[in-house]
């Protein structure tokens, strides 16, 4: 009896998440970034405003300068993030 339940559990057909189409290979599939560009600089800015966070006495003794510096870092993260956004969701319509 506990076979049978065993048996039922294996029937399950394993589904990809990511491409419909995926090479019958047992390879390791490297990840492909799409967009590296855009992923860079988004990066860029996030850590950059981190590590002036965290730096910031080192960095200068003025606090408004380091919170003005953080701001216009994120705000630049913003701005690239939100123009991409914008390219591809027009990209989407458009084609």
């Given at each position: 009896m506990l076979q049978n339940q065993t048996d039922s559990n294996d029937d399950?057909?394993?589904?990809?998440l990511f491409?419909?189409?995926?090479?019958?290979?047992n390879r390791p599939r490297k990840a492909k970034i799409r967009h590296p560009v855009a992923s860079f600089f988004h990066l860029f800015f996030r850590v950059s405003a981190i590590i002036v966070y965290l730096?910031?006495?080192?960095?200068?003794?003025?606090?408004i300068t380091c919170m003005v510096t953080i701001?216009?870092?994120?705000?630049?993260?913003?701005?690239?993030v939100k123009v991409i956004l914008i390219v591809f969701i027009l990209k989407l319509y458009l084609i």
């Open positions: 399950t057909e394993d589904v990809s491409d419909a189409e995926e090479e019958t290979t730096l910031c006495e080192l960095l200068s003794s003025s606090f701001i216009l870092l994120l705000s630049c993260d913003f701005w690239a």
